[in-house]
């Protein structure tokens, strides 16, 4: 009988486990790492331990074992170590198969000033990068052992929402991604499309500070909770407004909306130009002015709406996590 194949993961950003998957404390990488190991263990074959910041006791959710990272035991031996993000937390785990998976662009010089590069060179880790634009962001000095693409996807609970095909939403455009991901631009090109319509809204993630003018221009902060909070949000909205931004690798906010229907315009800066199929699910603009007019087209025509609505819905679930468990697992076993 075959012993069963132990896959690890290490991460150090946060204090929260599997159960926190539905808390608006969770971001993205967060969500990314709980989905991937929760379907990973669905594997009887399997044994899935995460090591993290989690003050919680130890403890086993969805068959996922969540433990400290400083309650590692040195003689618990995995097949595959996979560290999120920090090359110096293999220094916590003996492994020969060693995996860094990335959630953001890092230069050579950032990569140094990480004290990453000697961990690096000693346990010789292959990169995990989320899309095109991230792979070809990773340097080779930072990647030199090999690195694959790993696109991801949003959890079952949007895969799983039903959407109504001709249901038309208020001219309300939605942003629930950061701040620092070109929010300004955002935000002084939607004065331009509530002048044009003072009916027209948007929402956006706090924290912020709206100016007395954003306020009259229909800006509004979003009142964060769960889940089940933001995908209410989302499908009340019409139109999912991002510019993009140079340090975005996947954007899982806007996979989250896509997977809803929502229609999504953008200049593409980053990996957004792999969020959208021009006039399919949504327009990337080549200038402000375009991005303005593209916005406005969607907010105000039933038709293109609709349009885009439809060709949404019909690629609904075309990734999950079932997808996702197989890419990753062929990544691990042909390297």
Known sequence: MNSKIKIYFIENSYDYNASDLNS???????????????????????????????????????????????KIDNDDKPDFVVA?????????????????????IQSFEKFIRKKQLLPFLRYKPKMILEGEYHFNQRSFLTSFCGKKILKIAPDYD????????????????????????????????????????????????????????????????RNKGDKKKLILDLINSRLFLTPGHKTEVFCLAAEEAREL??????????????????????????????????????LTNDKTYLDLKRNLIEMKNSRNYSHVRNDFLNILNNE
Not at 269 to 295: M, P, W
Request: aromatic share 10%; net charge positive.
């Open 158 to 221: 949007f895969i799983d929402t039903q959407i109504e095909p001709n249901h038309i939403p208020p001219p309300t455009a939605i942003f629930t991604t950061k701040s620092d991901r070109n929010l300004n631009f955002l935000i002084n090109s939607w004065h331009e499309i509530n002048k044009k319509n003072s009916k027209t809204n948007l929402y956006i993630n706090p924290p912020y500070k709206l100016s007395e003018m954003d306020k009259t221009m229909g800006i509004h902060l």
């Open 84 to 104: 999120m993000s920090d090359a110096n937390l293999l220094n916590n785990l003996n492994c020969k198969k060693n995996f860094l998976w990335s959630h953001s």
């Open 261 to 298: 229907c929502i229609p999504i315009v953008t200049m593409g800066y980053g990996c957004l130009y792999e969020r959208v199929e021009h006039g399919v699910t949504g327009f990337i603009a080549k200038n402000r002015s375009e991005f303005i007019d593209y916005a406005y087209e969607i």
């Open 24 to 70: 608006s404390k969770i971001a993205g990488s967060e969500k990314t790492l709980i989905n991937i190991t929760n379907e990973l263990a669905k594997d009887k074959n399997l044994i899935i331990k995460v090591f993290n910041n989690t003050s919680a006791p130890f403890s086993k959710i969805n068959n996922v074992y969540w433990d400290n990272v400083n």
